[in-house]
C-alpha cells in the first residue's frame, strides 16, 4: 500500500509530536530523579545533638560551641563555606532567603566559616553583608573538625547537613544544588 503525498506531512506532524511528547517525559523524569537525589548517598552526618559540643569561634574571636546559638525543637541547617568558594556564593542567597522565609524562630542556621586561612574578620563579615546573611551570622569551624561534623574524610564546600526539629539527621548536600535548596524548604516547613 502506498500513501499519497497528501497523507505524509500528517506523519511527520504525529512522529514530531509523539517525539515532542516522549522528550517531555523524559525531562520530567529526570528533574524527578534528580529532586529525589538531591541530597548525598554519603553516611548522614551525627546528630545535632553531637555536633552542637563542636568548638567554633565568633566573628568577635571569642570561643564558643556550636550549641550555644541553637533553638530546640527548631529545623537546622548547617552550613559550612569559604568566602572564596564559588558554589558557597551561589548558595549563600538561597541561605538567606530560607533564613528571612522561616526567621530565628523558625529555623537554626548555624554558618560556619571553613578553609578561610586568609579571611580577615572584615572580609567574612563583608561577605555575610554581600549575600543578605547577618553580618555576625557565622562562625569559624578549624578545618580538622570538618570530618567529626560530617561523618566523612573530605573536606569538600559548600556542605549542608540538614536536621529535623529534634535534631535527626535528615541528610547532607555537597556542592551548590538548586534542587536540594527547594527540597529542604519543603523539609523544615511548619
Not at 523524569?29 to 538531591?38: D, I, T
Not at 547577618?134 to 573538625?145: F, I
Amino acid at each position: 500500500m502506498t500513501t499519497s503525498r497528501s497523507d505524509r506531512p500528517r506523519r511527520r506532524a504525529w512522529r514530531w509530536w509523539l517525539g515532542g511528547a516522549t522528550l517531555l517525559i523524559a525531562i520530567l523524569a529526570g528533574a524527578r530523579l534528580l529532586m529525589l537525589r538531591s541530597f548525598d548517598n554519603a553516611p548522614l552526618p551525627p546528630r545535632l545533638e553531637v555536633i552542637a559540643r563542636s568548638p567554633v569561634t565568633l566573628p568577635d574571636g571569642r570561643r564558643a560551641v556550636i550549641g550555644d546559638g541553637l533553638k530546640p525543637g527548631v529545623p537546622t541547617i548547617v552550613a559550612l563555606w569559604a568566602s572564596w568558594c564559588g558554589p558557597c556564593q551561589q548558595e549563600a542567597p538561597h541561605l538567606a532567603e530560607l533564613r528571612r522565609r522561616y526567621g530565628k524562630e523558625g529555623l537554626n542556621l548555624v554558618y560556619l566559616n571553613v578553609r578561610d586561612p586568609g579571611a580577615s574578620r572584615s572580609d567574612l563579615t563583608s561577605y555575610m553583608r554581600e549575600h543578605g546573611l547577618p553580618p555576625a551570622g557565622y562562625a569559624v569551624l578549624a578545618d580538622d573538625r570538618i570530618a567529626a561534623l560530617t561523618n566523612v574524610p573530605d573536606r569538600l564546600i559548600p556542605r549542608m547537613l540538614v536536621y529535623d526539629r529534634t535534631g535527626e539527621p535528615l541528610g547532607t548536600v555537597t556542592g551548590y544544588n538548586p534542587f536540594a535548596m527547594s527540597r529542604i524548604a519543603g523539609l523544615i516547613a511548619p
